[in-house]
């Protein structure tokens, strides 16, 4: 069966630190893979999305980037933190082709000093 | 844009009872809609999905029902219990292949 993975569970990290967070997937190939952010009580904002490896499309702009070095490896990363990038950030993946539902990892909580 | 969004930010029911919550959406050309359940402090878990194509999809204690007329889809769960507590979401695929996710409606089981 397929299982995503995603660390670390919680974060701390200061202002203008860098930031990677990491996502895999197993049990499955070539899967469409996502980042979203969740603010508190709210839904999810997709951030990036991708097909396939070095494929990353950018939904919103901001202060984060995001890479596919392997076929079921997603990163998200920024090189200054802002305060505004507080938030709860979900990876995803789904199966190629429309009408698939994405299945999520359990999130990492990141709070920015 | 498109939106989605859930009718209530809070549902509160009956242990035992039935639940629905409600969910509305703005483009008409959305053909795929999902629920999802989120626990405190976890990743939204998929519950069930539905097609354009299709009025009703039933699960495990829960229906989906789609209202394309009107642009409305509920989800109902059967017999509720204390481990249905948690937020819901709906989410609908916009004109670019992408989910747009309504805000969530929390669901209280009231012993």
């Known amino acids: 069966s397929q299982t995503i993975h995603q660390w670390p569970a919680t974060l701390v990290q200061p202002v203008g630190s860098p930031l990677s967070l990491e996502c895999t997937v197993e049990g499955t190939s070539n899967p469409n893979l996502y980042w979203y952010r969740q603010a508190a009580g709210r839904g999810l904002q997709l951030l990036f999305y991708?097909?396939?490896?070095?494929?990353i499309s950018s939904e919103v702009p901001q202060n984060l980037s995001a890479s596919r070095p392997q076929d079921r490896q997603f990163i998200l990363s920024s090189k200054k933190l802002l305060l505004s990038d507080s938030g709860f950030y979900l990876c995803a993946w789904s199966a190629g082709g429309s009408n698939q539902p994405q299945h999520f990892g359990d999130g990492t909580r990141l709070s920015i000093l | 844009g498109e939106s989605v969004g859930l009718h209530l930010p809070t549902l509160s029911v009956q242990e035992g009872d039935n639940s629905i919550i409600n969910c509305a959406y703005s483009?008409?050309?959305?053909?795929?809609f999902i629920w999802y359940k989120q626990e405190s402090g976890k990743g939204p878990q998929f519950i069930i999905d539905?097609?354009?194509n299709m009025d009703k999809r039933q699960g495990q204690r829960v229906t989906v029902l789609l209202n394309k007329t009107v642009k409305h889809l509920s989800l109902q769960i059967a017999a509720t219990q204390p481990g249905d507590s948690a937020v819901y979401f709906c989410a609908g695929r916009d004109s670019n292949y992408q989910l747009i996710w309504g805000a969530g409606t929390k669901l209280i089981i009231k012993p």
């Open positions: 539905i097609r354009s």
């Open positions: 483009n008409s050309a959305s053909d795929y």
């Open positions: 991708s097909v396939g490896i070095g494929q």
